[in-house]
């Protein structure tokens, strides 16, 4: 059954925590990508990779960090340092300039 | 930089109209553009691609057209229905734009029965 995988669904955090949201392909997709959503913002681009062990930044990857050992994999660190962190996390891959898929999402709630 | 921009924030129309979401953006130097529909608490789900070579795709009940001089693009929904209710956002990828996908804030329709 291909396509994206974000686990935990929900997430809780306390402050001063890392902590590591995960997505998984196996559509064989060279591009990877993480979005933040809030309420009334769209979706914000915080990193993506192009290609193993390559990322950028995108809009807002200030507290977040990445990797990308595998082509499969990207996870996302939240780090203490992101100062609102609750949300909603989307993961997305796509080929170079192709159709982008979703994962189902990740809530992040700070407690 | 580009930005895309869909009115209406949100339309809520009766069962059975044909009704038209609207997307612009600002760089018309694209690759593609894409529609996606969103359910409340759910990830995104990819409708239509059209690349910036064509003008229009179909899939069933939906056609997106791509006026890529003018920035625009809609999104028309044929004898809508009350399942089609969800948050529909358009996103384009710029050239020279880092091969990002950019995206508007959506447009939340509701369908009543």
């Known amino acids: 059954d291909g396509g994206i995988t974000q686990s935990p669904k929900y997430l809780f955090r306390k402050e001063g925590q890392n902590v590591t949201l995960s997505c998984e392909q196996n559509l064989n997709h060279d591009a990877m990508y993480w979005y933040r959503q809030d309420p009334g913002q769209g979706l914000r681009l915080i990193y993506y990779s192009q290609i193993v062990n390559d990322f950028q930044k995108g809009d807002i990857a200030e507290g977040y960090s990445v990797s990308r050992e595998k082509k499969e994999s990207f996870p996302l660190t939240v780090t203490s340092a992101q100062k609102n962190p609750t949300a909603f996390y989307l993961c997305?891959?796509?080929?170079?300039?192709?159709?982008?898929?979703f994962g189902q999402g990740t809530r992040l709630t700070v407690v | 930089k580009q930005e895309v921009t869909q009115i209406p924030a949100a339309l809520s129309v009766p069962e059975g109209e044909n009704l038209v979401l609207n997307c612009s953006f600002t760089?018309?130097?694209?690759?593609?553009l894409q529609w996606f529909r969103q359910d409340p608490g759910k990830g995104l789900t990819s409708l239509l691609l059209?690349?910036?070579?064509?003008r229009e795709q179909t899939s069933g009940r939906l056609n997106a057209s791509l006026d890529k001089s003018s920035g625009r693009s809609t999104l028309y929904i044929a004898a809508s229905q009350p399942g089609d209710s969800a948050t529909y956002l358009c996103a384009v990828i710029t050239q020279g734009g880092s091969e990002k996908l950019v995206f508007g804030k959506g447009t939340k329709l509701t369908v009543n029965p």
């Open positions: 997305a891959s796509s080929i170079t300039l192709g159709q982008a898929f």
């Open positions: 059209i690349q910036s070579s064509q």
């Open positions: 760089d018309s130097a694209i690759y593609n």
